[in-house]
């Protein structure tokens, strides 16, 4: 997870969480307000998970769509996320299951009253519904990769990276004996360059090395002019 931790934007996170931290704790020690939140905040949280599946087109196969809920939705992805954040501080030291999960339900429901309520902390609260429920989800779908990789849309995830941005990306096409190069480049460097036989096959290859190219290189999306 190192290389996207700037890109996730961790350290927003734990800011955030802490600035929650003693509302986050007057819901957990009010088993009515508890059970309220945790209810309705993982219903919140399951229509995150359907609005990112979506977003990425990653329901055209409903089946896959599902994989894809299973493992957005899993202990495995919430308690990697409790691990790396200041979420491991509300549950102290308390790994098992139902707590990590429902803690996790209600700090989503809290957020998603702000978000609805268009409170004072409305553009806070949206910029972190974004880290969570969109970067970080890209960071542990692709980390997982249910299908091998087969249903990922590299091409929208880099538009989603640079959306807001002006940048330069340019393919370069030449058809030769019964072969074809295919050529990618990103704000006038090549970043890939192949031959084969599909151009749907080159084209998905070179949207992949561009994604990965950029959250290794993320000093890239800081220096890019906001449109």
Known sequence: MGRKLRFIGV???????????EIIQEILNNPTYFEYAK???KAAFYLKIKEFIERFKLDKNKSYGLKVFNVLSSFECINELFKRTYFQKLIKGNYEKSNVMSTFYAFVYL?????????????????????????Y?????????????????????????????IADIRERVLNLNG??????????KEVFNETGRSIKTLRKKGYKKLFYYILDNQDVLYSIKVK
């Open 111 to 135: 957020m998603n009253e702000e978000l609805q309520e268009k409170s004072g902390n409305f553009h806070k609260s949206r910029d972190i519904d974004e880290r969570l429920f969109v970067r």
């Open 179 to 188: 072969s074809t190069n295919y050529i990618l480049i990103f704000n006038g």
């Open 39 to 41: 209810t309705f905040g």
């Open 11 to 21: 350290e927003k996170i734990n800011k955030y969480i802490s600035e929650k931290e």
């Open 137 to 165: 989800f890209l960071h542990f779908y692709l980390s997982t990769r249910p299908d091998g990789g087969r249903n990922v849309n590299y091409q929208d995830m880099v538009k989603y990276l640079l959306k807001g941005k």
